[in-house]
């Protein structure tokens, strides 16, 4: 499905610019080669049916993608932030025996028990040019429930979780997001999202290519870099986090002027903070369009529209899906009251990667997925989100659960107990904030134990303030009282306090 419409794309935009970054640009036509000479390279060497992909946003990881896809390969794009062991986990979950990455990402993949084929190595143009000798290929005979990607999130315990994604998923998605913020191919995207996350993949890759719209890339994201992208391209729309658009918002040298072109903003990933939807409405001029998803949605549910917005929501669903709020015992709440949203619809996985009992736990026999999230409908259909009924923490649009880290924190040798929560923060959203305990006749510093953290967890897991206490606040069933510890820690104890950065 996602193939056959890509190529619909070529027939109709193949000399029109499809991608670039700051190293190249391509037209439909040359990214369709790029492609197909990709799809004969995963055809020849890879033999299992899923590939593994650590690439940048930029027209190599566009081309990869789509050559993969096009060999009838399942995507399971891996997180460049994670670290070796985490990585490790992924590959063995997921099954994988190869992955398609760039050189950059060289010394991290390395140490790996899986094979590496760096872009930079293959010869790219040589066999594109030996592609254009051959006939092209046809769209793969994939089936619309066939899988297209397995996109990895953790779970409430840490581990390692393969969201399945299918052709019709993201399709689905694709075009119901089109349809919604009325997208057509004239507009120009700002791709800034990784594409290991699924909001990356679908709205930086297969949007634009089902369209025919232009794309320009920012592997890296520098709020610099994007605001003079902005500057001197003819960009349109921008989808970004709220952290990302926090940083462009503390610009000294921002001005309404830079976004005179701009006409779509859109927000997601992270909860939108205030502060950062007012920054940017005063300091650049536009407004941002909140929307709320995940990954087990492919991943939009809900997004603000320009004719339709409401500040403090989500705006109402896309096209095709349907949601309701429930309350725990599962029947069906009035409009206005709060319970746990539920969602079906074309967007919805089929399941998680070889997990049937966490699969179950979220699906019920009539497709509704529950999503943890507690929330509230209004009149007018708009979706306002107000809590998690997950302890689920995101940093810069990254999911970080607790349990993880305090199992890191745990099997440090002074550690005696460790609980983890989030905090509000202007620029990332959240950051992650641990309490321990030591045990009888052990002392640690914060330092010492932040350490030991990045060694085994990506940066942003890495607890950004560390208390150490000498003991924790319980109830009278000897649960710790993390609602009372957050107030404690928040105007200071009587142990060590070490904010630092990461």
Same mark, same amino acid.
């Not at 995207?189 to 920012?218: A, D, N, R, S």
């Not at 979220?362 to 708009?382: M, P, Q, Y």
């Given at each position: 499905?996602?193939?056959?419409?890509?190529?619909?794309?070529?027939?109709?935009?193949?000399?029109?610019?499809?991608?670039?970054?700051?190293?190249?640009?391509?037209?439909?036509?040359?990214?369709?080669?790029?492609?197909?000479?990709?799809?004969?390279?995963?055809?020849?060497?890879?033999?299992?049916?899923?590939?593994?992909?650590?690439?940048?946003?930029?027209?190599?990881?566009?081309?990869?993608?789509?050559?993969?896809?096009?060999?009838?390969?399942?995507?399971?794009?891996?997180?460049?932030?994670?670290?070796?062991?985490? %990585?490790?986990?992924?590959?063995?979950?997921?099954?994988?025996?190869?992955?398609?990455?760039?050189?950059?990402?060289?010394?991290?993949?390395?140490?790996?028990?899986?094979?590496?084929?760096?872009?930079?190595?293959?010869?790219?143009?040589?066999?594109?040019?030996?592609?254009?000798?051959?006939?092209?290929?046809?769209?793969?005979?994939?089936?619309?429930?066939?899988?297209?990607?397995?996109?990895?999130?953790?779970?409430?315990? =840490?581990?390692?979780?393969?969201?399945?994604?299918?052709?019709?998923?993201?399709?689905?998605?694709?075009?119901?997001?089109?349809?919604?913020?009325?997208?057509?191919?004239?507009?120009?995207?700002?791709?800034?999202?990784?594409?290991?996350?699924?909001?990356?993949?679908?709205?930086?890759?297969?949007?634009?290519?089902?369209?025919?719209?232009?794309?320009?890339?920012?592997?890296?994201?520098?709020?610099?870099?994007?605001?003079?992208?902005?500057?001197?391209?003819?960009?349109?729309?921008?989808?970004?986090?709220?952290?990302?658009?926090?940083?462009?918002?503390?610009?000294?040298?921002?001005?309404?002027?830079?976004?005179?072109?701009?006409?779509?903003?859109?927000?997601?990933?992270?909860?939108?903070?205030?502060?950062?939807?007012?920054?940017?409405?005063?300091?650049?001029?536009?407004? %941002?369009?909140?929307?709320?998803?995940?990954?087990?949605?492919?991943?939009?549910?809900?997004?603000?529209?320009?004719?339709?917005?409401?500040?403090?929501?989500?705006?109402?669903?896309?096209?095709?899906?349907?949601?309701?709020?429930?309350?725990?015992?599962?029947?069906? %709440?009035?409009?206005?009251?709060?319970?746990?949203?539920?969602?079906?619809?074309?967007?919805?996985?089929? =399941?998680?990667?070889?997990?049937?009992?966490?699969?179950?736990?979220?699906?019920?026999?009539?497709?509704?997925?529950?999503?943890?999230?507690?929330?509230?409908?209004?009149?007018?259909?708009?979706?306002?989100?107000?809590?998690?009924?997950?302890?689920?923490?995101?940093?810069?649009?990254?999911?970080?659960?607790?349990?993880?880290?305090?199992?890191?924190?745990?099997?440090?040798?002074?550690?005696?107990?460790?609980?983890?929560?989030?905090?509000?923060?202007?620029?990332?959203?959240?950051?992650?904030?641990?309490?321990?305990?030591?045990?009888?006749?052990?002392?640690?510093?914060?330092?010492?134990?932040?350490?030991?953290?990045?060694?085994?967890?990506?940066?942003?897991?890495?607890?950004?303030?560390?208390?150490?206490?000498?003991?924790?606040?319980?109830?009278?069933?000897?649960?710790?009282?993390?609602?009372?510890?957050?107030?404690?820690?928040?105007?200071?104890?009587?142990?060590?306090?070490?904010?630092?950065?990461?």
């Amino acid at each position: 499905m996602l193939i056959g419409r890509f190529l619909e794309t070529v027939q109709r935009h193949g000399r029109k610019v499809a991608a670039r970054d700051p190293f190249q640009q391509v037209t439909y036509a040359q990214l369709a080669l790029a492609a197909r000479a990709l799809r004969r390279l995963a055809l020849a060497e890879i033999r299992c049916e899923r590939v593994g992909i650590m690439l940048p946003a930029s027209v190599g990881g566009l081309a990869t993608t789509l050559g993969m896809l096009w060999a009838g390969k399942t995507l399971v794009p891996l997180n460049f932030l994670l670290s070796g062991d985490e %990585l490790e986990n992924v590959i063995r979950d997921a099954q994988i025996d190869c992955i398609i990455a760039s050189r950059y990402f060289e010394q991290l993949l390395e140490p790996l028990p899986v094979r590496k084929i760096y872009l930079e190595r293959v010869s790219l143009k040589r066999r594109c040019l030996f592609e254009t000798f051959r006939r092209r290929p046809g769209p793969p005979e994939a089936e619309p429930d066939s899988l297209a990607a397995i996109v990895y999130t953790s779970g409430s315990t =840490g581990e390692p979780r393969g969201v399945c994604l299918t052709h019709r998923n993201l399709m689905s998605n694709v075009e119901a997001a089109i349809a919604h913020l009325e997208i057509t191919c004239d507009h120009h995207l700002l791709g800034i999202l990784p594409p290991f996350h699924v909001f990356g993949l679908m709205t930086g890759l297969f949007l634009p290519v089902t369209l025919g719209t232009t794309i320009t890339y920012i592997p890296r994201f520098s709020p610099q870099q994007v605001l003079e992208v902005i500057r001197h391209s003819d960009i349109s729309i921008a989808i970004a986090i709220p952290s990302m658009y926090a940083a462009l918002a503390r610009m000294k040298n921002i001005d309404p002027a830079d976004f005179a072109d701009i006409e779509l903003v859109v927000s997601g990933g992270e909860p939108l903070p205030a502060q950062v939807y007012h920054e940017m409405q005063q300091r650049a001029g536009v407004r %941002l369009l909140e929307g709320y998803g995940m990954t087990e949605t492919s991943p939009v549910i809900a997004c603000n529209q320009r004719c339709a917005h409401k500040f403090g929501t989500v705006g109402r669903p896309l096209p095709g899906v349907e949601v309701r709020v429930c309350d725990p015992a599962g029947q069906l %709440l009035a409009t206005g009251q709060e319970g746990e949203l539920q969602v079906r619809g074309p967007l919805v996985m089929p =399941g998680y990667y070889r997990r049937p009992e966490q699969t179950a736990a979220v699906l019920d026999e009539d497709g509704w997925l529950h999503t943890g999230d507690i929330a509230r409908i209004d009149e007018e259909g708009f979706i306002a989100i107000t809590g998690r009924a997950k302890d689920l923490i995101i940093v810069g649009g990254e999911n970080v659960y607790p349990r993880e880290v305090e199992r890191v924190l745990e099997d440090h040798p002074a550690v005696q107990e460790a609980v983890v929560f989030s905090r509000t923060d202007a620029s990332r959203g959240e950051i992650v904030v641990a309490c321990v305990t030591c045990k009888e006749g052990i002392s640690c510093s914060s330092e010492d134990l932040r350490s030991f953290c990045r060694k085994r967890l990506a940066g942003y897991k890495t607890p950004r303030h560390m208390y150490i206490l000498s003991e924790l606040p319980r109830g009278p069933t000897g649960k710790v009282l993390k609602n009372q510890l957050k107030a404690q820690v928040g105007a200071g104890s009587r142990g060590s306090a070490a904010p630092g950065g990461i």
